[in-house]
Nanobody, 122 residues
Framework: VQLVESGGGLVQPGGALRLSCAAS????????IGWFRQAPGKEREGVSC????????YYTDSVKGRFTISRDNANNTVYLQMNSLKPEDTAIYYC????????????????WGQGTQVTVSS
């Protein structure tokens, strides 16, 4: 069972990135998938989560209207489209799977990817 994030990088404020979370060893469609981020010196926070059915559950307030979560079960991948990026979005972004339901709590997830760095800076 493995989750692999990709798509991070360095982008200027106002720019966009699309993160991908690819699964191997299990069927991603059977799980709720959450995106989390952790900035230096801060706790890991839930950014967004998408249910098995594809309906999004939540976005943290700071990303509402800018980030969009989606899933492609046929390709075993979940995406996080990030637009209008701000310096405060700088963090390592992780995806994680839950066999139960979406929750912003870290403890609700079973498997985690290794993370991808997103840096927003001019």
């Amino acid at each position: 069972v493995q989750l692999v994030e990709s798509g991070g990088g360095l982008v200027q404020p106002g720019g966009a990135l699309r993160l991908s979370c690819a699964a191997s060893g299990f069927t991603l469609g059977a799980y709720a998938i959450g995106w989390f981020r952790q900035a230096p010196g801060k706790e890991r926070e839930g950014v967004s989560c998408i249910r098995r059915s594809g309906g999004s559950i939540y976005y943290t307030d700071s990303v509402k209207g800018r980030f969009t979560i989606s899933r492609d079960n046929a390709n075993n991948t979940v995406y996080l489209q990030m637009n209008s990026l701000k310096p405060e979005d700088t963090a390592i972004y992780y995806c994680a799977s839950s066999a139960k339901f979406c929750t912003p709590s870290v403890s609700g997830y079973d498997y985690w990817g290794q993370g991808t760095q997103v840096t927003v800076s001019s």
